[in-house]
Nanobody, 115 residues
Framework: QVRLVESGGGLVQSGESLRLSCAAF????????MSWYRQAPGKVRELVAT????????TYADSGTGRFTITRDNAKKTVYLEMNSLRPEDTAVYYC????????WGQGTQVTVSS
């Protein structure tokens, strides 16, 4: 059974950092690219960053370029999102996603950035 479990969210002040984790269960993690998405209240879910199955390549949305870093540890079956210089507009629920023939999503972790 495929499961993705996010953690690491919380309440921080503007300019601070957070590291999100997404632990994967039930599939061969190293075979799949992984992504982080976020959804702010009243807005559509948007892509934040993607990392290839080996971790050799990453892409970022403009909103996170230069501030966010996606990494993965295939031995631990975990993907991470390091977020620095957080802004109030980064406030959202953050989700990890496994693509492929069927999409799988985690339950999300709330990130709130106060000004």
């Amino acid at each position: 059974q495929v499961r993705l479990v996010e953690s690491g969210g919380g309440l921080v002040q503007s300019g601070e950092s957070l590291r999100l984790s997404c632990a994967a269960f039930g599939f061969t993690f190293s075979n799949f690219a992984m992504s982080w998405y976020r959804q702010a209240p009243g807005k559509v879910r948007e892509l934040v960053a993607t990392i290839t199955s080996t971790g050799g390549s990453t892409t970022y949305a403009d909103s996170g370029t230069g501030r966010f870093t996606i990494t993965r540890d295939n031995a631990k079956k975990t993907v991470y999102l390091e977020m620095n210089s957080l802004r109030p507009e980064d406030t959202a629920v953050y989700y990890c996603r496994r693509g492929g023939a069927i999409d799988y999503w985690g339950q999300g972790t709330q990130v709130t950035v106060s000004s």
